[in-house]
């Protein structure tokens, strides 16, 4: 999934070897770094949850956290939410980056405004777009305000509430404005690379529309297109903010749940909120290993 | 042509009215000083919220932006630091057990802060690293240098090494290659690595709040506060500051890469 953003053939003979050695200077400050902080937080996590505590001299370790969290009914609807948002918004944002993408492509390949303004939102801060999504949205919001002003009758109470709510229709919203430019911009990388030759050839062998699209694009778009989903649903799955400033009370989101233990006044919740950190690790490196298992080819280098 | 044209034309106004949209509210509230529900638009603009974050809240947001753009600053040089050489041997060799090494540099970008900061939190506690800046710096590193590696390692692998081999060939010394022939070749790229890992930094709020606890008071901590405390207007100008870096980036990196634009990042 990880394959290089590269966008244009790769100029470097990929033979290219160095001694060991040198290999090995070269990474071993990257991987001094990630292995103690990235591995480091995962282990501790792990005996925290496993009911490691410093300073005392006798420790009792068991699975007991992770079994009181996951026989939890709570844990079981706060999945289905959390699977439910990130699924939804990777999807949504799936089938309108291909469509874009495909459309860019057709039509705005070299519009340079476009491709610009398209990098907006994945640099905006998904704070920034969660407040102003509560200030658009909200029943008392700038669309509601709008609503009122044109229709001239109050909407307040017939307004739908898109905040807060049942759907997460809110938290949808940020993330599909957030993710569709992210998986547009991988598509993008590969449809240029195709080129239109075998559409053309597909075209003049008499094949529809449709027919290209299935049977030439998107075989082509599709190594791709899973790698970036994968990134989406995983980022999905486990981000805190959003689901915090826009979700409901209750049932909450995994990862809002886990920080709601953590940061509890009563200290015996958090190895449990720590439990569940470990937990939606857990799931989200199983989606990235079942993706990259999935995806992958025989003569790949990375 | 001309199909292809309006065609065009429709892509862009949808594409940059989408993008727009977000951004329509933080403005009009942020130059409100009287919005009574249901009117459409405020009954009376103003600058009081811009005042009251320049004078009355000043040192505060000052505080606040320093302490953000120092972390961020710190995290991101120290990304490249350590990532440049990483993405060179990712992009550029083949090597046993390069896949492996590959996924395990990269995880970090989708394991979710939250996962890691918990844990890091209990260890940095013994460090006395909690609510200290430089605790702070090596959560976000965490995530923000897989990421420069990412991005480092796509650059190196547009890159030809024959280019060094010449150098080299003409007499040069490994320093003078890389300072006169690696360096400005790849010099773009890595700017470009340098900035989101910048960005990546600035916009982190859980890891800071974990590892930070409330000390470490960065831009999107002081927002979280105000958002709970109601006061619409400062918090829309405060969110319009947060989000200004984010063109200055998206700027700068259209400069250094040129035609090349910015794709797969993220």
Known sequence: MFTAPASRPPVSPKETTLPQKSIILLLTPALLVVVTLFGGGLVIGFFQALGYQPGIEEQSLSLQHFITTLTDPDFTTSLGLTLYIALTSTLISAIASILLAVAINHWAANNKIIHFILQIPLAAPHLVIGISMILLIAPSGFIARLCSFLFAVDVQNTFPILVNDKWSVGILLVYIWKEIPFITFMLLTVLKNMGNELLEAGASLGATKLQRFFSITFPIIRLSLGASCCIVFAFTFGAFEIPYLLGQTYPQTLPVWAYMNFSDIDLKARPEGVALGIIIAVIVISTVLLSEYLTRTPNRNR | ?266
Not at chain 2, 34 to 39: E, K, V
Request: proline share 6%; net charge positive; charged share 10%.
């Open chain 2, 1 to 266: 042509m001309k199909k292809t044209n309006s065609a065009q034309y429709t892509i862009f106004v949808l594409v940059l009215f989408t993008i727009i949209v977000p951004f329509i509210p933080l403005i009009l509230w942020s130059l409100s000083e009287q919005w009574f529900y249901p009117a459409a638009l405020p009954q009376k603009f103003g600058l009081r919220a811009w005042n009251y974050i320049f004078s009355t809240a000043g040192e505060q947001i000052i505080r606040g932006l320093v302490a953000s753009f120092s972390v961020a600053l710190t995290t991101s040089i120290l990304s490249l630091f350590i990532g440049y050489p990483a993405g060179r041997a990712l992009g550029l060799y083949n090597f046993k057990g390069k896949k492996f090494i590959a996924l395990l540099l990269l995880l970090p970008i989708v394991v979710p802060p939250l996962s890691t900061s918990m844990g890091l939190h209990l260890w940095f506690l013994h460090l006395n690293l909690t609510e200290h800046f430089l605790g702070v710096v090596l959560v976000h590193l965490t995530f923000c240098l897989p990421y420069s590696i990412y991005v480092i390692s796509g650059v190196f692998s547009d890159f030809n090494p024959d280019f060094e081999a010449q150098a080299r060939s003409l007499g040069a010394t490994s320093w003078q290659v890389f300072v006169r022939v690696t360096l400005p070749m790849t010099l773009p790229g890595v700017t470009v690595a340098a900035l989101f890992a910048f960005l990546l930094s600035w916009s982190q709020y859980l890891s800071t709040l974990i590892i930070g606890g409330g000390k470490i008071l960065t831009l999107p901590i002081l927002l979280f506060s105000l958002m709970d405390g109601g006061d619409r207007p400062v918090a829309s100008a405060i969110s319009l500051i947060f989000i200004c870096p984010v063109f200055v980036v998206l700027a700068a990196s259209a400069q250094s890469l040129g035609r090349q634009g910015l794709r797969g990042i993220r």
